[in-house]
C-alpha cells in the first residue's frame, strides 16, 4: 500500500470533451488512458482507411488531447497509454511526431503495438459462426474490419522498453489501465486478483465521467455539470484501488455512483472475460473513505480463457433515418399516420421501380414515448418529432425516400413544422460478428523507434471453466407479515445503469438500502422484466432474461438478450445502446414495507 499510481480517464469514445486530458494533468495524475473504440468506431475507422492509407486513427487524440497538452506532459511527465491508433496505430504515432516536432518537443518516447489487424488472416477464423447467434461467417467482400482484443500484456511491455506513450489498435478497454499495473507493480501472469482488481479500475475509468458522477440515477445531486470531474484511480500493488477526481471539480464519487458504472454493459458478473484473467465481481465492496474518495475490494480473479475474441465488422446494407417535427392537438396521431403514409408511398414508388420493399422500417415518436412500449404516458402530446427509418440491401432504394420524406410540410397533417437541422442520409448498414482465436496465435509487435519486439501471450495450462462457478447464495424471499406495504417506483429503493452487449442490454440495479434488496429481487425476476420490456424484444429469435446476483453490492445484474434490434450501427431504434432503458425499469412499481422508503 506504501505506493500509489494515479491513472486518470480523460476519454470515453471518439467525440468526448476535449477539457479532461488537461484537467486531469493539472491534477497530477502519473497516467492518462483514453479510449476512443467501440465496434462502431472500427467499422468507420476501418472505412477511413480504405479512402487513404494514412487514416484509420482516432483524429481527436492527435489535432486536440495531444496536441493541446504537449508542454504539459513534457513538464509534468504524464505517460499516455490509449488505443486511439485504431486500424492505424502507425500512422497515429507519424502524426503525433509530427505535430511534436513542430511544437519544439521532438524526443517523446513512442510506442506502438500491432498484430490485432486479422484482416490478413481471415482463413484463420472464417471456419467459425457467430460467438453468440451461431450466425454464419459474413461475405468476404463485405468485411471492413477484424481485430482481435488485445490485453494488457503488450502494453506493459512497451512501458517497460521506456515509452512516454503507447498507442494501441483493438485491446479490451480496460487492459490500458491493467497494463499500467502490471509495469508498475510487476506482476505475475497467474496474480488473477490482482489482475482482476486492476481491470476493475479500468473498467471503472475507461468511460470517462461516467466514473465520477456522469449518468448517475440521482442526477440532482452532481454539482457543477459543466466542470466535471474526471475520474481517476488510485492503484496500489495489492491490486485494491480508491477511485476519487481532481479537486475543484463538478461531479461526485461516491459509493452508489461507483456501484452504478462497476455494472455498466456487465452479461455474467462471474464470467467477465478478458484476454489476461476472467473476473468475478460478485463480492467487490466499496468503502468511502473521504470527500470523493471510494475504496475498491474484492474482485476475484481466474484463468483466462487463453483465447481473444476476434470482432468482425462488415457492411450490410443501407439505411436512412428521418426526423420530422409536429405540433398541435393530436401531435402524436397525426405524426403515426403520416409516417406511415411516407413509407407506404416509398414502398409503391420501389415495387414501381422493380425493387423489393424495404427490409426493415421503424417509425418512433419522440416525445410520446414510443421507446416505453406498453408503458408510455404520455400519449397526449402537443409536440412531437417522428423518427422514421429504414433498410434496404440496395442503396438506390433510397431515392424516393430522400425525395418523398420532406414533401408532407405542405400536403398532409396540419401543424408540420418541416424538417430541422441536417436532411436525412443515406449510410451503410455495419453489423459486428464475432468469433475467438487462440491467444499464442496472435503475436504482437512492439515497435519504438529503432527498437522493436514481438510478444506472444501463451495459453496457460489450466484455463477458465465456467461450470466450476459457484454461485452466491440468493437472498431469501421477502416476508411481508407484518408489513405495511407501499407501491413506490422502483427509483426510491434503487439505482440503476443500463449498457449495450451487442444484440443484448443489461440493467445492473443496486439496493439503496440492503434491506430493500430482497423485495428488489422479487420484484425484478425475469418472467416480469420479459412483460416489461416485451416491446424491446420484438424481432428476437430467442428472447430471455438472466439475473445475477451480486451480494457484495447488494445488487442484481439483469442481462437481456436479442433486445436491441441487433444493436448500435445494425439498429433502427431510437436507443440502440441502452442508455435509457435503466431509467424505464427505475419508473416500474414494486411493494416494499413502508420502513425502507425514505
Not at 481485430?147 to 517497460?160: H, S
Request: negative net charge; aromatic residues 8%; hydrophobic residues 40%.
Amino acid at each position: 500500500m506504501s505506493r500509489t499510481v494515479r491513472i486518470g480517464g480523460a476519454c470515453a469514445f471518439f467525440g468526448d470533451s476535449s477539457v479532461a486530458p488537461t484537467q486531469l494533468i493539472a491534477g497530477g495524475v502519473d497516467y492518462l488512458i483514453l479510449d476512443y473504440l467501440a465496434e462502431a468506431t472500427m467499422s468507420a475507422l476501418g472505412s477511413l482507411k480504405r479512402h487513404r492509407a494514412d487514416l484509420g486513427y482516432a483524429s481527436d487524440f492527435t489535432e486536440w488531447v495531444w496536441k493541446d497538452n504537449l508542454g504539459a506532459l513534457k513538464a509534468t511527465g504524464t505517460k499516455i497509454v490509449t488505443n486511439a491508433g485504431g486500424v492505424n496505430p502507425k500512422a497515429c504515432v507519424a502524426r503525433m511526431q509530427a505535430i511534436a516536432a513542430e511544437a519544439g518537443y521532438p524526443d517523446f518516447k513512442i510506442a506502438y503495438l500491432e498484430g490485432d489487424d486479422m484482416l490478413g488472416r481471415l482463413d484463420d477464423i472464417a471456419d467459425q459462426t457467430e460467438m453468440f447467434t451461431h450466425a454464419p461467417f459474413p461475405p468476404r467482400d463485405k468485411i471492413i474490419t477484424a481485430n482481435a482484443y488485445l490485453g494488457g500484456g503488450p502494453i506493459a511491455r512497451a512501458l517497460a522498453m521506456g515509452a512516454d506513450v503507447v498507442i494501441t489498435g483493438r485491446c479490451v478497454d480496460s487492459a490500458l489501465t491493467l497494463g499500467i499495473c502490471i509495469h508498475e507493480f510487476g506482476w505475475a501472469p497467474t496474480d488473477y486478483d490482482k489482475l482482476s482488481q486492476a481491470s476493475l479500475a479500468g473498467h471503472v475509468i475507461e468511460c470517462g465521467a461516467q466514473g465520477s458522477g456522469g449518468l448517475f440515477t440521482d442526477w440532482e445531486d452532481v454539482p457543477d455539470w459543466e466542470n466535471i470531474g474526471y475520474p481517476i484511480v488510485e492503484a496500489h500493488a495489492n491490486g485494491s484501488f480508491i477511485v476519487t477526481k481532481p479537486e475543484g471539480t463538478g461531479g461526485l464519487v461516491n459509493k452508489a455512483v461507483v456501484a452504478e458504472q462497476i455494472l455498466y454493459e456487465v452479461g455474467d458478473p462471474q464470467a467477465y472475460l478478458l484476454p489476461d484473467v476472467a473476473c468475478d465481481f460478485t463480492q467487490v465492496r466499496l468503502e468511502q473513505v473521504g470527500e470523493n474518495r471510494v475504496r475498491v475490494t474484492g474482485s476475484i480473479g481466474r484463468a483466462p480463457t487463453g483465447k481473444y475474441k476476434v470482432c468482425v465488422t462488415w457492411a450490410d446494407g443501407f439505411r436512412c433515418i428521418g426526423f420530422m417535427a409536429l405540433v398541435g392537438r393530436d401531435a402524436a396521431r397525426k405524426a403515426q399516420r403520416q409516417a406511415e403514409a411516407v413509407l407506404a408511398r416509398c414502398n409503391r414508388m420501389l415495387r414501381d421501380r422493380n425493387m423489393g420493399p424495404y427490409r426493415a422500417s421503424r417509425i418512433e415518436l419522440i416525445g410520446a414515448e414510443s421507446s416505453y412500449g406498453a408503458n408510455a404516458r404520455n400519449t397526449d402530446t402537443r409536440e412531437v418529432v417522428y423518427k422514421l427509418a429504414a433498410e434496404h440491401d440496395e442503396e438506390e432504394a433510397f431515392k424516393p425516400f430522400l425525395r418523398e420524406f420532406d414533401s408532407p410540410t405542405t400536403s398532409m397533417s396540419v401543424g408540420t413544422a418541416g424538417w430541422f437541422g441536417a436532411r436525412a442520409q443515406v449510410t451503410p448498414v455495419f453489423r459486428v460478428f464475432s468469433v475467438a482465436i487462440a491467444r499464442d496465435a496472435v503475436p504482437v509487435t512492439i515497435t519504438l523507434g529503432d527498437a522493436q519486439e514481438t510478444l506472444t501471450e501463451p495459453v496457460p495450462a489450466s484455463v477458465f471453466d465456467a461450470s466450476a462457478i459457484e454461485r452466491p447464495v440468493p437472498p431469501a424471499e421477502p416476508d411481508a407479515r407484518g408489513e405495511e406495504l407501499v407501491e413506490v417506483p422502483l427509483v426510491e429503493v434503487a439505482w440503476g445503469r443500463s449498457g449495450d452487449k451487442g444484440d443484448a442490454f443489461n440493467i445492473g440495479v443496486i439496493a439503496r438500502k440492503p434491506d430493500a434488496l430482497p423485495w428488489i429481487r422479487a420484484a425484478l425476476s425475469p418472467d416480469a422484466m420479459l412483460k416489461w420490456f416485451a416491446h424491446e424484444f420484438e424481432g428476437g429469435a430467442n428472447p430471455a432474461v438472466l439475473r445475477y446476483d451480486l451480494p457484495g453490492l447488494d445488487a442484481v445484474n439483469l442481462h437481456f438478450l436479442d433486445a436491441l434490434g441487433g444493436g448500435q450501427f445494425s439498429s433502427l431504434r431510437l436507443d440502440p445502446l441502452a442508455k435509457g432503458k435503466a431509467q424505464q425499469l427505475l419508473d416500474m412499481p414494486i411493494k416494499v414495507p413502508a420502513s425502507l422508503v425514505a
